[in-house]
């Protein structure tokens, strides 16, 4: 079960029936296809079409503060959710947190080795429908002090309109539906493997922000 907070002071309660992750899911299919190959260089396999849409356990969309990992190898992506409820349409930030190890192995897998983490504030889809590329998603990293890794606009990635059509086609939209963006390209340089992660939705038009931010704890070595 997930609560939100809306700008109205409304509190909406959603039990979470399906998750869905999107992924290679930039509005610039050029640009998906040069980093598609990047990752098959780094061995990771390469989907059979783009954009993709991975389904995930639904126990696995939290809003916690931790995420317990079994290595150093995990990370965090800057994304954008929508969580369709009985009414309406919310959209809320979210941070896909993968086990890269596990993704040369595939990508569903290091999805659901891990959580997807949200943000306990939303907006109303609807109030931000019409100026959605204009908001801002940007993350940072923090081993020792905080560095940005991520910076860009929803507008370089797939709208959640594109993604709401989606889900009507395949008959999954639902109360319960929670669905994440897919994320903006990571700064180069920066390690990604970091011990904490910070991830914020701007509306720059309202000043609004809404924000999750998370310590990764690693978890002792087995006992064997």
Known sequence: M????????????????????AGFAGRSQDDVAAHVAELVAMGI???????????????LAVQSGEV?????????????????????VLLTVACDHTDRDLEVHGVAWSKQAAPDMLGRQAWRLSDVADRIDDLTLTAWVR??????????TCGELLPPEYWIDVLHAQKLYAPGTVLLSGTIPMK??????????????????TGRTIATEYHVRRLPDPIA
């Open 45 to 59: 396999p390469a989907p059979t079409k783009t954009p993709c849409l991975y389904p995930i356990a639904p126990f």
């Open 143 to 152: 081993n020792g002090e905080w560095t940005e890794i991520q910076s860009g």
């Open 188 to 205: 180069k340089g920066v390690d990604q493997f970091a011990d904490e992660w910070r991830v914020e939705l701007g509306d720059p038009l």
């Open 68 to 88: 317990y990992a079994q290595h150093g190898r995990t990370s965090g992506e800057a994304e954008w959710a929508i969580v369709i409820t009985r009414d309406e």
């Open 2 to 21: 997930l609560h939100f907070s809306l700008p109205d002071g409304q509190r909406v309660a959603v039990d979470v029936r399906q998750l869905l992750n």
